[in-house]
DNA sequence: GAGGGTCACTGGACCGGTTCAGCCGAGGGG
DNA sequence: CCCCTCGGCTGAACCGGTCCAGTGACCCTC
């Protein structure tokens, strides 16, 4: 039982191919009439487009890629990248956009993955994420010429349209907030260090503590994940100068954290206070409940995808400056005891 | 500046498209002094098949499908998805296949991406998870015809292929394991009732209390979230048989009920011993870690899909029985005090 | 040296749509 | 009444590949 095509509807309803064609698409060249009874005849025998036929004649391919290039036990660890694919998806699906997804090891294999999908006709456009200082893939793209749009602040996006939150009005908030709770000294528990985002956190950390006339605000990189976490914060908080709060860069080093500030008999929030980057269910089971920096993260998602659509569609698409975190306060933070 | 087509290539070579065809592919038909040309000739102007006009001539559209029918918060909580994809991704990607993904609020819309994306040429196949009890889709995808792989016990399956794990054994492995404790008095907070694997467990886990003689052994559903796995537990501390260990079916329940546990100031292990299905950076990172069983899903993954790349090429496919979940003991159990 | 077979390659149909030039008939204006 | 316009439709080219039938050259064989 072979697929309907445009030809069998032709047929049925005696009328050339050009007609459906024409019908079909809602463009004009066919009365009503013939349109509706074609419309009728597709609907009845199920006719559904061949994309690929579509696609040969210049048409979109009415997908868009997405290569993520963390190895794959950290992309398991965060729920930041499934939140992140499902907004981003809620905003293809609307539009019969497909996502194509793939996990790779690195940038090199990253561009040649998007290499592949735009020059095969697979994808319109592309997002990139997880942008690094001085990162290849923005010219590379960029002289592909595909639409792209970047998650990430538009210092580290070149000429491409990038999507991003404002990290450093977050730092200042959480920084602000601790010291007003009485905090003097206060730690920071970094991702990757060579990750712009990073960069632009570590940076906006120093400043603030700078301007607030704060002590050594030390920083500790870690590759995000719990054991990293938890070294960090025991290395903090055996120096002479314990930390009396610590900021984690997310929801998994917080936690890791907390279990050793507990196994050193320390109590939270008496004798430190945690925050978390990115909300999780994780950060709300455990005992305290972690403040945190909430981002809506899907939002973030789907405002990447709503601009990409824009570019495929070639309208002009700006920058969006998305909404900063929010300081969602819980109970492992408190004024020093 | 045009891609480049096999015409182009022809047109430098000198020879005629089929020619070109025949060399780029690998085909007989052309002398191999020839073929080395051309493949020179496509190398230097950076040529790349169009997958969409290899599509229209009915070969393979190079991507297959998978529909998560989760709601997109429970997605994020569980690492499960995310390794499962990227065991997928591995599999595929080193066969030049795609994976489109696409989240959906029900079965319907599922059905209706699977149609939409079979009928439009976009996959060659799919993957079919969260098996529920009489799955309506097991029914509609093999009147479909579209090649599917099941991930989930054969007998939900129909006559699709499937690959699973033995739950049955490892529910038997964790029950014996703290009956040899001491454990008399055991509980499962077990996941959404609907889905298969959680009737499967259920049924294992009461036919192994039976056989051991065991007294109420009690069964309660959620829906996953910690919140949930909260409430669960605490109801069954609450209760005046208290069990004293608990079987969770995710690692964010039993990290919700861990902390329930040390509210209601019991002691872990002596006092509550928790297991957790499905190990995770979480259940290390808690204190104390937790007893998993762990269960390697990227090979999970990436058996699924080596399973309908053949059912694809055409060859028939064997139902696959995967590793059964490996008890790994940790800090969570003890012997009763 | 005629017949047969193989090899390397050509030309063109074909996949399922889109799109454009052109045709026909009806209706309107002068 | 004729000409022009325009709506509605047809026929065919086209997108970039695949693949099949066919062709000509060459070699082998009896």
């Known amino acids: 039982m072979r697929r309907p095509t445009i030809a069998d509807i032709a047929r049925q309803a005696g009328v050339s191919k050009g007609a459906v064609s024409y019908a079909l698409n809602g463009q004009p060249g066919v009365s009503e ?6 419309l009728a005849i597709a ?10 036929a579509r696609a040969l004649n210049g048409a979109r391919a009415h997908a868009v890629g997405l290569a993520l290039c963390r190895p794959a036990r950290f992309l398991g660890v965060e729920p930041f990248f499934m939140e992140l694919i499902s907004g981003i998806e809620a905003e293809l699906s609307a539009r019969s956009y497909a996502l194509l997804l793939q996990v790779v090891g690195d940038h090199e294999a990253e561009m040649g993955v998007y290499r592949r999908w735009w020059g095969e006709g697979r994808v319109d456009g592309a997002i990139l994420v997880d942008l690094h200082l001085d990162d290849s893939r923005v010219p590379q793209v960029e002289e592909m010429g595909m639409p792209v749009v970047v998650l990430g602040h538009p210092s580290a996006a070149g000429s491409l349209v990038s999507v991003w939150a404002d990290d450093r009005a977050a730092v200042r908030e959480t920084v602000e907030y601790l010291v007003a709770l009485g905090h003097r000294r206060i730690a920071r528990v970094a ?4 990750l712009s985002h990073t960069a632009i956190r570590d940076r906006a950390f120093g400043e603030v503590c700078a ?5 050594a605000c030390p920083i500790v990189h870690t590759d995000y994940t719990g054991e990293e976490g938890a070294r960090a914060t025991r290395r903090l908080l055996s120096s002479p100068e314990r930390p009396t709060a610590i900021v984690f860069d997310n929801d998994i080093m917080a936690v890791a954290g907390l279990s050793v500030a507990q196994e050193m008999r320390l109590d939270v929030p008496a004798d430190l206070s945690i925050v978390a980057w990115d909300d999780s269910p994780l950060c709300q089971v455990v005992r305290p409940p972690l403040t945190v920096l909430t981002r809506d993260i899907p939002a973030y998602g789907a405002h990447a995808a709503q601009r990409l659509l824009a570019l495929i569609d070639g309208v002009e698409a700006k920058p969006l400056e998305d909404e900063a975190p929010r300081l969602t306060t819980r109970g492992s933070t408190a004024p020093p005891a």
Chains 1, 2 share one sequence.
């Open 33 to 38: 009439a013939t349109r509706a009874r074609i």
């Open 43 to 52: 609907n009845e025998i199920g006719w559904r487009p061949n994309i690929a």
């Open 191 to 194: 991702g990757l260090p060579r």
């Open 211 to 215: 301007d607030l006339g704060l002590d």
